[in-house]
């Protein structure tokens, strides 16, 4: 059927509907608020701003759904917002729910940006319609592997998985970098998502005695691993992901065991982008602390809305083409995208805890060449 | 002359929509022992049900010492002093016999008083004595049917109802069940008993009702039952 | 000679449960076409004998011939298969279904259709069903159940169960019917109806195999009986001379009995 | 050695954590025979619970222990009001209906605990406040803190009291009356509602023991965090023969074990071709090894249905 | 079955609405619902498949969703590029066969699946069945987890992805098809597809109900020593019952990963064993109607909530004062709970629960009857 359209309303606006979707319920809601806040601010600033498209002033109207991280319900949900006739999708969160959906995004002809799905099959799938702000697992995680190996200096280093697709996808791209940095993998271990006792793996893990510990996982896991890390005596750099990037993971963990962690997270830190410490500033003020991805969002809208203005069209298949070919300057990256609709050179920000706060260390990755 | 002890009018009891017990009179005097018997799905076993509270009646009066029991509970019922040795015995079967007695007395707190009854229970039944710390589930039929009766007299109910306690018994174990009933029924308990063998409930008994769907045919004297015709007919298979 | 009279034949069975000894030795033959009768004090071992001989029950030590063919540790289904049909003391009907369904189930060792008949509903599966039907309806008018055939098993009253119970056992066409306390919960008019039930199975060819604690039935529907005593058969022999037997009377009849 | 004693300790801390629950878990089907699927929703609101008492009290400065016991004490009281109100609301009613209608309404229980607690508590992952100098011993190389000596001490005497209560006073032998034959309690003056209510308040205060001692270990607390910790308690309880208190303990300290050795070891025994996330293939394995050869689980009665 | 004039009428407008359904779906809800029936219809199958085990058989599985994921993997190893990475050299384009011959291989694998659960499990009784089952369910999500290396046979937790489309006879189902000038989109497509393997199932499960394997089922279900006693092989027959709900599952599965194109381990997680379960009790085991309304019912409801919980709470209180999603399955919960307490039996429960029930009602204070 017809993809997007747009209706008027009495005044004599354009609305133009948003789609957004994150699981809202499940052990992963608390992420999925965090996005649908951020896509809901940049949709509150657009409106504030006032943007004209084809010469009439846009009303922007955000529809978010709850796709409980559950493919299946993923694929409902997409249908629902083509029935909706969003002009965009802001989501998913997880690959999982991310990459079923495009196939409908696709075939109806709306445009998708995921703000976090990192799995790289899901701009693999040829989908004109998929694209994503944020740095895929092999981009991630040749950086993160590299790091470990030459600036850390790690010689033996033990990897923990969560057995998710974005723990699994980010684990296999950070061994394969390591390694090829001269780093041996002295144990590739596993835990779920839902678990929060890491005694067992982190012993054997002990057993093994490496110099760094890398965690490819979220937050609630990466917390409590930090904690028992520190209370089973191994002595070792702790390493995580995008997933361990937040204030949770220092509060879950305990500031003394918390600290002197590594993560990283795509793109440049928000203080160092121009207006990225405005950002989060009046996001905290709205809505609670950053989780992880909400800058994400926001610059998924921006992106988004960007190119329609310079389009000068609402319809994806007008604006499509523009926002392929966009540069747009986000509060997380400069943001350009490849042939598949990946993040083009997307830099990667090292951080550390110190005293209790997330720092970051430097920035890298801004000369890697696109994935693949 | 004794007094009334229970006193049922009209009894109506259905299940669903199917009335098995048809509005029902029947009495019971203190210290008396009264048979009821009838031939298979009568209505018997339904009738002491709700007599002990396990099942609600539709319609009728039960009065018992002197107390209208609607809306007593089963528990409160025992509390009242109404016993019933279910049909199939109903033993704890993983508990002791010791435990199973002791169930019996569990609505009694005085201690001294429920070691007496104890010793006056295996006085009684000796052999209970002597597997006093078996499961009772691993019994023979007969010593379980003992311990059924040991438990519900370990109460000390004014009145007990037996339902069917000789049946499943070997011959001998039967002739023992009914020197016990006898023997209680001496010590001035009123009992209401339930038998397919017409012959030795009657016998035992004061009193009898012959039950037929649901509805009281016949009641009297035993010894009157005894030698009716209809009743031999019916139930002595003569 | 002896293959052809005996149905069933038992040597030195035993069955142990931990330290209890529930059946010892037990030997015995059972004779086709007669009734043959098993009395004995609660708890003597039998049940367990029936248990054995029906294969719920792995016999500790012994073996069984039936039929001609001898088994040990055998599944209950081959059992049935082979003819053997019992009924329960604790009445184990299936509950939740109709008398009808009940006996229709027994039928189920002596019927073939599978999966492909039951999907395809074939001639051949038609005319079995057909078939099964109306059999189990003559079974139920047999033993004189027919009008609570819609019935659930579990609201008819004591004695149309047991009946039921024969019913269903006679679905399966045994050799053998072995039947546990049938008359338990019977008065004496309903007894009499049951053992003119069990002299016309008898007289069908069908060999009764009987528990019951009622002696007068025993003694008068018997041609032999067997007592057993602390699970070791302690007589065996014409109703006559059991009844006369002194230990039998000691552990099991009492003296006064008529 | 070291690590495969820190292994031991590490299956044994969180074998009693699982045992604590499981210990709810039996209470609850030894009585009535149901699959209680509410229980770890139980212990969450326990620990839910502990933790905003905690947060208040400790925001007033009252003295950390002070404000434990209290908080160990509302926890409790509050959790003993919810089990007797799901026994109340969604069990009671359904006694006489088919087998598995209960355990229908017990997820939907789950459910509502779940996205209520969602609701109070919010979505976040919460920490728990340390609250005592949780000192750490070393035992031959291996690690063990406070807490975890707490936590497998509290579950023996829990057990132990269990047992006390159930083979020891009235109370325990009018529960086990009403386990085998209600009708039959009733006969003997037993007030079965009362007893069933008194087992599931009591099922549900060792729920929130249960639930704190996990936030304290753990030092989290979370909406979500009851439904996999139910589901390995009810393994557990399972694996010992459900029904059966000690079976609760030693199949909940087993399973810890199965678990951190399998963790800590499949790798090694499968020359690295399985590793631990096959943790709970094996742990499962083990399970269905047990209920072959033992149906009713490693201390389950092994009634032999009398035909 | 037999038909008089007047049910045979009833009978042909039910299936005349059926065959509008996706039109007039479309038409008041838009295409969102579309896709929403379209899962129910899976769940109906997945459900008419447990109800052989769980109804029929009386074996309490929790781990069902196992058979629905060896379906899908079956389909989607079958049809998509995926073992190309695995075996480049055998498939270099990867597998792609037929989607006629992919179902009833899908089928017959996870049939053979559930002999192999059946096997150790027969001993077993009530809730300890329950969590073996429960525990094989874990584990063959857990293989699908790992199962990327050494070699990658599933690609673990990311799933696979660009699975080939249903297409019956040239007709690929994953486009809009024109047919006598009317427009058939995807979904209505796939509508028809599971309509008719929807019909399949229940035309099974009819038969086998009132057969001699049905009736054989029954008596275990029943009693299971009282089924031996009479002849039955209660091994064989368990085993059958397993195998027989396994296919039903692996078949649906099968079509859930030609309509979804991505399959991955967490569309079977045992939440997913445990709603399909819920589906059946709730709607009335051993019911065919019943467990078909149990799965339009569970499938349909938490979208119903999705879209009135805001509303609702506008409408009552001028805003949106609870968080919409909690609140929605939260009502979900709330559902469960009153249905069952409102019928216990199920909505629609068989003929006899239905007067197992009837019989139960009245005395209030019985005890557990046990055999
Ligand atoms: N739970 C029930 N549901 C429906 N009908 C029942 C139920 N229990 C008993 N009945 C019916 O009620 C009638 C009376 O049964 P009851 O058990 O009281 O008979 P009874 O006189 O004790 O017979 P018996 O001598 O065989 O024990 C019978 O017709 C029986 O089928
Ligand atoms: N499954 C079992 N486990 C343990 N003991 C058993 C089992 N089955 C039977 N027994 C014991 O074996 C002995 C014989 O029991 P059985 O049931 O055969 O007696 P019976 O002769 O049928 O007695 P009744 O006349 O009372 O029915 C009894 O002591 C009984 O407790
Ligand atoms: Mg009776
Ligand atoms: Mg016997």
């Given amino acids: 059927g017809k993809s997007a359209t747009t209706e008027k309303s009495t005044s004599g606006e354009l609305v133009v509907r948003i789609g957004a979707s994150a699981p809202l319920t499940g052990p992963q809601a608390h992420i999925g608020k965090d996005n649908e806040s951020g896509t809901r601010m940049a949709i509150e600033d657009a409106n504030a701003k006032g943007i004209l498209i084809g010469g009439r002033k846009v009303r922007f109207e955000l529809i978010s759904e709850d796709d409980q991280a559950d493919p299946k319900t993923a694929t409902i949900v997409a249908q629902k917002l083509v029935d909706n006739k969003v ?24 445009v998708q940006i995921s703000p976090s799905a990192t799995a790289v099959s899901y701009t693999a799938q040829g989908f004109k319609t998929a694209f994503r702000v944020m740095a895929n697992d092999a981009q991630q995680g040749r950086v993160l592997g590299e790091y470990a190996a030459k600036n850390l200096g790690a010689k033996k280093i033990a990897v923990i998985d969560d057995q998710t697709g974005y723990g699994q996808g980010l684990a296999d791209e950070f061994i394969k970098s390591a390694k090829a940095n001269g780093a041996q993998i002295v144990a590739h271990e596993f835990t779920t998502d839902k678990a929060y006792d890491f005694t067992a793996v982190l012993t054997a893990v002990k057993g093994k005695q490496p110099d760094l510990l890398f965690y490819a996982g979220m937050d609630p896991q990466a917390g409590p691993m930090a904690k028992q890390l520190r209370a089973l005596g191994l002595k070792l750099r702790f390493m995580m992901g995008d997933g361990g990037y937040t ?45 992880l991805y909400a800058p994400y969002c926001y610059d998924a809208v921006n992106v988004m809305i960007a190119a329609m203005q310079k389009a000068d069209s609402v319809e994806p298949a007008k604006y499509q083409p523009v926002l392929a070919g966009i540069s747009h300057d986000g509060v997380t990256a400069k943001i350009q995208f490849d042939e598949k609709g990946d993040l083009k050179g997307g830099a990667i920000t090292l951080y550390q805890v110190q005293q209790g706060k997330w720092h970051p260390l430097e920035t890298l990755g801004a000369a890697i060449p696109a994935a693949h | 002359m004794t007094d009334t002890l229970l006193e049922v009018c009209g009894l109506e009891i259905s299940y669903g929509g199917i009335r098995a017990v048809k509005g029902i009179d029947l009495h019971i005097a203190s210290g008396e022992l009264v048979a009821l018997i009838g031939s298979n799905g009568a209505g018997k076993t339904t009738t002491l049900k709700a007599l002990a509270g396990l099942l609600h009646p539709a319609r009728g009066k039960i009065q018992y010492a002197n107390r209208s029991l609607i809306n007593v509970v089963a528990h409160q019922r025992a509390a009242m002093g109404i016993a019933l040795v279910p049909e199939g015995r109903g033993v704890f079967a993983r508990m002791t016999v010791l435990e199973n007695l002791l169930m019996g007395a569990y609505i009694r707190d005085d201690k001294s008083g429920i ?42 109910p004014r009145l007990l109802m037996l339902d069917e306690p000789s049946m499943g018994l070997a ?37 009898g009702y012959v039950m037929e769907s649901g509805e009281i045919t016949l009641s009297g004297a035993a010894t009157e039952l005894l030698g009716s015709a209809a009743v031999q007919r019916a139930y002595l298979g003569a | 000679m002896m293959v052809e009279t005996t149905l069933l034949k038992l040597s030195s069975v035993g069955k142990q449960f931990g330290g209890l000894s529930a059946l010892s030795d037990v030997s015995l033959h059972i004779r086709r076409g007669e009734i043959y009768g098993l009395i004995g004090p609660n708890g003597a071992g039998k049940t367990t004998l029936f248990n054995v001989i029906t294969g719920l029950y792995q016999p500790s030590v012994g073996e069984f011939q039936f039929n001609g063919q001898g088994y040990q540790a055998c599944k209950p289904h081959v059992l049935a298969r082979a003819g053997i049909a019992r009924t329960f003391q604790n009445i184990r009907l299936f509950a939740n279904l109709t008398a009808l369904e009940n006996v229709m189930i027994g039928r189920h060792v002596r019927t073939r259709a599978g999966v492909l008949g039951a999907l395809l509903r074939n001639r051949a599966t038609r005319n079995e069903e057909r078939a099964v039907v109306e059999r189990a309806r003559e079974l139920l008018r047999y033993v004189g159940i027919e009008k609570p055939a819609q019935t659930l098993a579990k609201h008819l009253s004591y004695g149309e169960q047991r009946r039921l119970e024969i019913a269903r056992a006679l679905a399966t066409d045994p050799l053998l019917l072995a039947l546990d306390e049938p008359a338990a919960g019977m008065n004496a008019t309903e007894t009499a109806s049951l053992k003119s039930l069990l002299q016309t199975i008898r007289d069908s060819g069908i060999t009764v195999l009987l528990i019951e604690h009622d002696v007068k039935l025993i003694m008068g529907l018997c041609d032999r009986v067997a007592v057993l005593d602390y699970g070791k058969k302690i007589a065996e022999g014409i109703p006559e001379e059991v009844r006369k037997n002194p230990d039998v009377i000691a552990a099991y009849l009492g003296a006064s009995h008529d | 050695m070291e690590i495969f004693l820190q292994q031991i300790i590490n299956g044994l801390v969180q074998g009693s954590v699982y045992a604590l629950v499981a210990l709810g878990y039996t209470m609850v089907y030894g009585i009535l025979g149901l699959i209680n699927f509410a229980h770890g929703e139980v212990v969450m609101i326990g620990a839910m619970l502990a933790l905003s008492s905690l947060t208040v009290l400790l925001g007033l400065s009252v003295p950390p222990l002070l404000a434990l016991l209290f908080s160990i004490i509302l926890a409790m009281a509050g959790c003993m009001a919810l089990g007797y109100t799901i026994e109340r609301i969604a069990y009671r009613p359904l006694r006489h209906a088919p087998r598995l209608a209960p355990l229908i309404t017990a997820i939907g229980v789950s459910i509502v605990l779940q996205n209520l607690a969602m609701m109070i508590w919010g979505r976040e992952y919460h ?50 009356a009403v386990a085998e ?65 000690r079976g609760a303990m030693l199949g909940g300290l087993l399973l810890g074990l199965i678990e951190s050795l399998g963790a800590g070891y499949i790798g090694d025994i499968t020359g690295g071709f399985f590793g631990s996330n096959y943790q709970d293939v094996f742990a499962f394995l083990v399970l269905i090894v047990v209920l072959v050869f033992r149906p009713s689980g490693l201390l389950g009665e092994r009634l032999a249905e009398r035909a | 079955m037999k038909f008089n004039s007047k049910s045979k009428a009833l009978v042909a407008a039910l299936v005349v609405a059926l065959l509008l359904l996706p039109f007039i779906t479309d038409a008041l809800f838009g295409r969102g619902w579309v896709r929403i029936v379209d899962f ?19 074996l309490l599985d929790l781990g069902y969703i196992a058979f629905f994921a060896v379906g899908a993997y079956c389909y989607a190893l079958a049809g998509s590029p995926h073992l190309a990475l695995a075996f480049p050299m055998m498939f270099p384009d990867g597998v792609h066969l037929s989607f006629l011959i992919v179902l009833p291989l ?102 086998l109900e009132r057969s001699r394997i049905g009736r054989a089922w029954m008596a275990i279900r029943e009693d299971e020593i009282a089924a031996s006693a009479m002849g039955i092989n209660t091994r064989n027959l368990k085993l059958l019952a397993f195998a027989m709900g396994a296919m039903f599952g692996g078949a649906s599965g099968a079509l859930f990963a030609g309509f979804q194109g991505f399959v991955s381990p967490e569309s079977f997680s045992l939440m997913e064993s445990i709603m399909v379960l819920c589906m059946v009790v709730l709607g009335g085991m051993g019911n065919i109607s019943g467990v078909i309304l149990g799965g339009v019912l569970l499938a349909i409801l938490p979208e119903v909530l999705r879209h009135i919980v805001v509303p609702l709470q506008q409408s009552l209180f001028g805003k949106t004062l609870i968080d919409p999603e909690s609140l929605r399955m939260l009502l979900f919960g709330t559902a469960l709970i009153v249905m069952m307490l409102y019928r216990p039996a199920g909505l629609l429960p068989s003929r006899v629960r239905r007067r197992e029930l009837d019989s139960d009602e009245v005395p209030e204070s019985i005890g557990r009857n046990q055999a």
């Fill in chain 2, 115 to 156: 070691a007496i009854d104890l010793a006056r229970m295996y006085e009684l039944f000796p052999r209970l004595a002597e597997r006093k710390d078996q499961l009772a589930g691993t019994l023979s039929g007969g010593e379980q049917q003992m311990v059924a009766m040991a438990r519900a007299l370990m109460g000390r």
């Fill in chain 5, 106 to 207: 899908a089928a017959l694998l996870a049939g053979g699946f559930g002999v192999l659960l059946g096997a150790p499990t027969l001993r077993l009784r009530g809730d300890y069945l329950a969590i073996v089952t429960l525990g094989f369910g874990e584990i063959i999500r857990i293989f699908l987890n790992n199962l990327n290396s050494p070699v990658n046979l599933t690609n673990g937790p990311q799933g696979i992805s660009r699975i080939d489309p249903v297409s019956v006879a040239n007709v690929r189902l994953s486009a809009t098809q024109n047919v006598l000038g009317i427009e058939f989109p995807s979904v209505h497509l796939y509508f028809y597809l599971f309509l008719a393997f929807t019909a399949l199932v229940i035309f099974a499960s009819r038969r």
């Fill in chain 4, 127 to 176: 920490s728990f406040p340390q609250l005592i100098v949780n000192a750490t011993h070393s035992l031959g190389g291996a690690v063990i803190n406070d807490i975890q000596i707490i936590i497998f001490i509290l579950a023996l005497l829990i057990m132990a009291g269990l047992m006390a209560v159930v083979h020891r006073t009235r109370l325990g032998r009018a529960m086990r």
């Fill in chain 2, 171 to 207: 011959p001998l174990m039967v002739q023992k069940i009914f020197e016990v009933i006898r023997d209680i029924a001496a010590l001035g308990m009123s009992i209401l008993l339930v038998e397919q063998n017409a012959k030795l409930a009657l016998q035992v008994a004061q009193r």
């Fill in chain 4, 181 to 245: 034959n209600q009708h039959a309690a009733q006969l003997m003056g037993v007030d079965i509602n009362r007893v069933i209510s008194l087992t599931f308040m009591l099922g549900s205060a060792l729920a929130a023991i249960a639930g704190l001692m996990v936030s304290a270990n753990y030092g989290l607390a979370h909406y979500y965090m009851g439904f996999v910790l139910g589901l390995k308690a009810f393994t557990a309880a399972v694996l010992g023969g459900i029904g059966n208190l």
């Fill in chain 1, 87 to 110: 002009s965009g999708v802001i989501g998913h969160l997880n690959s999982g729910t991310t990459i079923p959906a495009s196939r409908i995004y696709n075939d109806n002809g709306i």
């Fill in chain 5, 40 to 58: 129910a219809m899976l769940y109906i199958m997945l459900a008419l498949g447990l109800n052989i085990v769980v109804g029929y058989a009386g």
């Fill in chain 1, 247 to 291: 204030p949770q993971f220092i509060k879950l963990a305990g500031e003394e065991a918390a600290e002197g962690s590594y993560a990283s997270l795509p793109g440049v830190p928000l203080d160092k982008m121009p207006g990225g410490k405005q950002f989060e500033a009046r996001f905290v003020a709205k809505y609670q602390p950053i989780q």
